[in-house]
Every structure is written in structure tokens, then in C-alpha cells.
């Protein structure tokens, strides 16, 4: 069984950082490319950043450029976000999702709450 | 970047209904279109990619149908464990950008 389980959320001040981790089993982790995204209190899906099967090719939203950091270590089946400078706009409950070949998330993690406030 | 609009933001439907849902993007994304489902407190599902393929273990009862810019999703047969909001995402290019949703309740 896939699974996807997201730790290290948690309430931080503005412009404080915090690390997010995504543990992946129940399939070939090395062999996938995976996305964080975010959903606000009430609101939609934001992507947030992608990185490839082999950590090549990595893509962000202009919401976190230069802010996030996405990155991934295949030994241990993890996925990271390195969320530095938070914002208030950053509250969300945060995803790890497996793409599949279709550029669409085939597997969903249960969400870590990350909430920005003083 | 590829804006998705989706329509109606909310319906509801009674049960046995035929529901559709629709989503537009912004450029043509060549079928490069999913389907999610999220029930409350729950975690987005994949129904449909590629626009019309039926991902594993979804009912056959949904499916999705489109080219261009303009999709659907359509429920043929409304079940009262189909509650819930729908999201559509297109997957043609970086980044990668959802509708806003649609909240389905049973009537």
C-alpha cells in the first residue's frame, strides 16, 4: 500500500523557518517525481514545488521562490520543504504528493499544519 | 501561467442525478487535465487524468471528457458517498495551477 506520511508542521513566528518531511513506503520512492502542495484554512489547492525522480529538475511557485526549499533523500524514502521567512499567507495544511507520468498526484500524504502567526 | 476556471462553485444533486462539472483553461493543455475529489478532513483523490482515463479503483460512474481548453467530469449516477468538493488541475506545464473547486451535496 502507497503511503505517504508528513511530520514537522506546527505554529512558527513570521519570519521564522521550519522543515517539513514526508516518509514514503509501499512503493519505489527513487523512482517518482514528488510535489509539496498547500491548502489554506477554507480554500483550494496551491501548488507549492516539485522535484524530479533524481532530484535534476526541481520547479517552484513564484509564492515561494526564494523562500522554499524542496529536496529529497532516496535512501531514506523523504521528502523535505524548507520553508524559510514565513509569512501569515503561508498558513496551510501541507501535502506531500506523488506525480505520476501524467504531471498529476496519484498518492496524497494526510497533510501537515503549518500555522504562521505572532 | 495557465489559469483554470471551474463551474458552478456549488450544486447539489439528489440521488441517482447526473451531475457535471466543467473546466476551463486559460490555454489549450492537450488533455492534460485530472480530477480530484477531497471529502471533509480528508486528503484530494485522483478520479480522471489525461482528461478521460478512469484512475484505478474509482467507480466507473465518473468520467471525464474534453479537449482543448474546455473539460467536464460527470457523476451518472449521484451516490451519497459522492459528496464532497472536485478540483480540477491541469498538468501541461509549470506551474502547475487547480480550478477553485466545486462543492457537490446531495439534495
Known amino acids: 500500500e502507497v503511503q505517504l506520511v508528513e511530520s514537522g508542521g506546527g505554529l512558527v513566528q513570521p519570519g521564522r523557518s521550519l522543515k517539513l518531511s514526508c516518509v514514503a513506503s509501499?512503493?519505489?520512492?527513487?523512482?517518482?517525481?514528488m510535489n509539496w502542495i498547500r491548502q489554506a484554512p477554507g480554500k483550494g489547492l496551491e501548488w507549492v514545488a516539485y522535484?524530479?525522480?533524481?532530484?535534476?529538475?526541481?520547479y517552484y511557485a513564484e509564492t515561494v521562490k526564494g523562500r522554499f526549499t524542496i529536496s529529497r533523500d532516496n535512501a531514506k524514502n523523504t521528502l523535505y520543504l524548507q520553508m524559510t521567512s514565513l509569512r501569515s499567507e503561508d498558513t496551510a495544511l501541507y501535502y506531500c504528493?506523488?506525480?505520476?507520468?501524467?504531471?498529476?498526484?496519484?498518492?496524497w500524504g494526510q497533510g501537515a499544519s503549518v500555522t504562521v502567526s505572532s | 501561467d495557465i489559469q483554470m476556471t471551474q463551474s458552478p462553485a456549488s450544486l447539489s444533486a439528489s440521488l441517482g442525478e447526473t451531475v457535471t462539472i466543467q473546466c476551463q483553461a486559460s490555454?489549450?493543455?492537450?488533455?492534460?487535465l485530472a480530477w480530484y475529489q477531497q471529502k471533509p478532513g480528508k486528503s484530494p483523490q485522483l478520479l480522471i487524468y489525461g482528461a478521460s482515463s478512469l484512475q484505478d479503483g474509482v467507480p466507473s460512474r465518473f468520467s471525464g471528457s474534453g479537449s482543448g481548453t474546455q473539460y467536464s467530469l460527470k457523476i451518472s449516477s449521484m451516490q451519497t458517498e459522492d459528496e464532497g468538493v472536485y478540483f480540477c488541475q491541469q498538468g501541461l506545464k509549470y506551474p502547475l495551477t487547480f480550478g477553485s473547486g466545486t462543492k457537490l451535496e446531495i439534495k
Open positions: 504528493a506523488r506525480q505520476n507520468y501524467a504531471h498529476v498526484m496519484d498518492a
Open positions: 509501499g512503493f519505489t520512492f527513487s523512482n517518482y517525481g
Open positions: 522535484i524530479s525522480s533524481g532530484s535534476s529538475y526541481i
Open positions: 490555454e489549450d493543455i492537450y488533455s492534460g
